[in-house]
């Protein structure tokens, strides 16, 4: 069975600051990747996922995250930060061919200051 | 706007009462997924639900139940609340229900148990 670690449960950052929210996964097949954005009172919405090809995947508002599959992690960076980033990201994992469910890490809330 | 929705939006109840949460899926989204959200235990996967059919279970107490009708809406039944039940209450749905689809997420039931 897949699972997931983001490391870091707050990540403070000033405004126009580059950020890395970091993800490790674990799994003995090959995964889907996804990274999900909740903002305050709101469900969960897809960022970005990756499910094969480039290692790099984008999202429209600037994020990015790559896979790197000899350190089974998926990061996910932004070079410069709004206030409006401000939010709770969750780093998602589901195997290939296998449980049709994601397991979501805990999260990481990202705080923007200005 | 996921195209998700869910009603109530909050649901105040005493313990020991039972109380039914209800999702409309996505148009065109055939499985339904119920998770509960809380600060403790992070985001739980409850019960998936794929053409009326249950497909895939976890961590769901016994005194919750759920099921997907023929229009394709979904209920998760809670009943004989505690207190530790106040959580809040996320359907999402997708087109197949396959480990690589994007979930939309609804904007959530916050259950209250007094």
């Known amino acids: 069975a897949q699972s997931v670690t983001q490391l870091d449960s707050q990540v403070p950052v000033f405004e126009e600051a580059p950020v890395e929210l970091r993800c490790n996964y674990s799994?003995?097949?090959?995964?889907?990747l996804f990274w999900y954005v909740q903002y305050p009172n709101q469900g969960l919405q897809l960022l970005l996922k990756?499910?094969?090809?480039?290692?790099l995947v984008e999202s429209i508002n600037g994020f990015e995250a790559e896979f790197n599959k000899s350190q089974t992690s998926f990061h996910l960076r932004k070079p410069s930060v709004h206030i409006s980033d401000t939010a709770e990201y969750f780093c998602?994992?589901?195997?290939?061919?296998?449980?049709?469910?994601?397991?979501f890490g805990r999260g990481t809330s990202l705080i923007v200051h200005p | 706007d996921s195209g998700v929705t869910q009603t109530p939006k909050h649901l105040i109840t005493a313990t020991g009462q039972r109380v039914t949460l209800r999702c409309s899926p996505r148009?065109?989204?055939?499985?339904v997924y119920w998770y509960q959200q809380s600060l403790d235990q992070g985001l739980q996967f409850l019960i998936q639900?794929?053409?009326?059919?249950?497909?895939a279970k976890g961590n769901i107490l016994e005194r919750f139940s759920a099921q997907q009708f023929p229009d394709l809406h979904s209920e998760l039944n809670l009943s004989s609340l505690e207190l530790g039940d106040s959580a809040l209450y996320f359907c999402?749905?997708?087109?197949?229900?396959?480990?690589?689809?994007?979930?939309?997420f609804g904007p959530g039931t916050r259950l209250t148990v007094l």
């Open positions: 999402a749905s997708s087109v197949s229900g396959g480990a690589a689809d994007t979930q939309y």
């Open positions: 799994s003995s097949v090959s995964v889907y």
């Open positions: 990756y499910l094969s090809g480039s290692t």
């Open positions: 998602a994992v589901s195997e290939v061919g296998g449980s049709y469910i994601p397991t």
């Open positions: 148009s065109g989204d055939l499985s």
């Open positions: 639900y794929y053409n009326g059919e249950e497909r």
